[in-house]
């Protein structure tokens, strides 16, 4: 991957620069007149704070209040930055990290509901296309990014990360991919990076929007790197500082938090090396294993029933399970597809498996595709109906239409891969100027 990687920065740097800033300025004047006044105000440029160091940058989602979920005005600002600073030929590598006990929690959904039942359409479009644009921009960047995932990530979240070099896990990772809860699908990338993790353990994670840990990211290829954000202090070491605590003594670090000595350590870089970036991680990364009850140590299992070709043959593998074994995780499994969108469930099983043949730039314009036929309410009204439930007035009592997997045809599903209208353009990256790596 690394020799890919330097080869590819040979090749494309030089030639870039001029075309990719035609490209975004054309791209950027469009975007930036259809955001309101406050998109270009100092107050949305705090929700994408910037960190600088002697040869890096480090974006900071900053929206602790609402776990950093993205608007479309960050991710307007999330694309000057990075192409601004992939330009610049005094930045080696690039970081991203969140504030608070989130690195990112997804897209702003609850502002898209808003949009939506206001008929604002357009600016719907847009909260999609810039988001998804930037995702490919960081799919291809030319430079080493590094991701800090320490907190929730999840959704969208995971979209601004994963497709990234280095991703760097902690003890408070919390990943997730929950659309279906919400009547939609694993979008912003997911259908590319779930469909490519080992088995079908995409599927599982798509369908049910199960949660993985930090070690379980580790273990399945989210993240290529683990470090403790916090530290625990056991046995002698106990008593000593209570004793020092009591008699007022303050103590040196004598644990420091291995986050921030990442931290610590890549803002002393000076360097576009990837290697030397994945050595510094690698210096100060931990070790972990996963916990007994990990769903990755039933991947046999799991595999044996997301391999089918239906999502009612999932099912009907699961409680063929259940009713052998009484196994608590096929209960638990069972449980959460039954909480779903049924037509979310069907959408997303296709949409995963089709991802599984495709590029990044493919899955992202399918995903647009997938994602305005969602919210047309044409099909249905799924999603609205879902953030309603759980985000908006939280009954946890979502309406589905349709209520049941059988009452879901193959033509409602093949509505949302089906293209738009003649007057509705799909979704354009630029293929031409930036490749994706597959």
């Known amino acids: 991957m690394m020799q890919r990687f330097k080869a590819a920065l040979l090749q494309r740097r030089n030639n870039l620069h001029i075309h990719s800033l035609r490209f975004l300025n054309q791209y950027h004047t469009r975007n930036l007149c259809s955001l309101p006044d406050t998109a270009i105000t100092d107050e949305v440029d705090n929700q994408v704070l910037v960190e600088g160091k002697a040869w890096s940058r480090t974006a900071i989602l900053n929206r602790p209040s609402v776990l950093n979920c993205l608007s479309t005005a960050m991710g307007a600002r999330l694309q000057k930055l990075y192409t601004s600073w992939e330009n610049n030929p005094d930045i080696g590598f690039v970081a991203m990290k969140g504030s608070g006990r989130a690195f990112c929690a997804g897209g702003d959904i609850v502002s898209l509901y808003h949009m939506i039942n206001a008929g604002k359409m357009e600016d719907c479009k847009e909260f999609f296309r810039t988001l998804y644009t930037y995702i490919y921009i960081l799919g ?96 002698p070491f106990l008593c000593f500082n209570h004793l020092c605590c009591l008699y007022k003594i303050v103590l040196p670090p004598f644990f420091p938090q291995k986050l921030a000595l990442i931290e610590e350590q890549l803002g002393k870089l000076d360097t576009d090396d990837p290697s030397v970036i994945e050595t510094s991680l690698e210096k100060y990364s931990d070790l972990v294993y996963l916990d007994n009850i990990s769903v990755l140590h039933r991947i046999e299992i799991l595999d044996k029933c997301f391999g089918h070709d239906t999502v009612e043959e999932i099912i009907d593998a699961l409680e063929s399970e259940t009713s052998k074994t009484n196994d608590a995780w096929c209960i638990s499994t ?102 994706a790596f597959t």
Request: net charge neutral; proline share 6%.
């Open 140 to 235: 291809t960047y030319l430079k080493p990014h590094v991701a800090l995932l320490n907190g929730i990530t999840m959704g969208g979240g995971a979209g601004v990360s994963i497709p990234g070099m280095f991703r760097v896990a902690t003890d408070k990772t919390v990943f997730a991919t929950p659309e279906t809860l919400i009547g939609f699908h694993p979008d912003a990338g997911a259908s590319f990076f779930l469909s490519h993790l080992p088995g079908h353990l995409g599927e599982y994670l798509g369908l049910t929007g199960q949660k993985l840990n930090g070690a379980e990211m580790i273990s399945c290829g989210l993240a290529t790197h683990y470090a403790h954000s916090s530290v625990k202090i056991v046995g």
């Open 334 to 435: 069972l449980r959460r597809l039954k909480e779903a969108s049924p037509l979310g469930l069907k959408v997303s099983l296709k949409s995963i498996r089709e991802g599984r043949f495709q590029t990044l730039d493919q899955c992202l314009i399918r995903e647009y595709r997938m994602s305005l036929q969602g919210i047309s309410n044409q099909v249905s009204r799924d999603f609205c109906e879902g953030v309603r439930a759980r985000m908006v007035d939280k009954d946890l009592a979502p309406k589905w239409n349709p209520p049941s997997l059988e009452q879901v045809s193959k033509d409602m599903v093949e509505h949302y891969f089906s293209p738009l209208s003649k007057s509705e353009p799909d979704l354009e990256l630029p293929t031409e100027l930036r490749e």
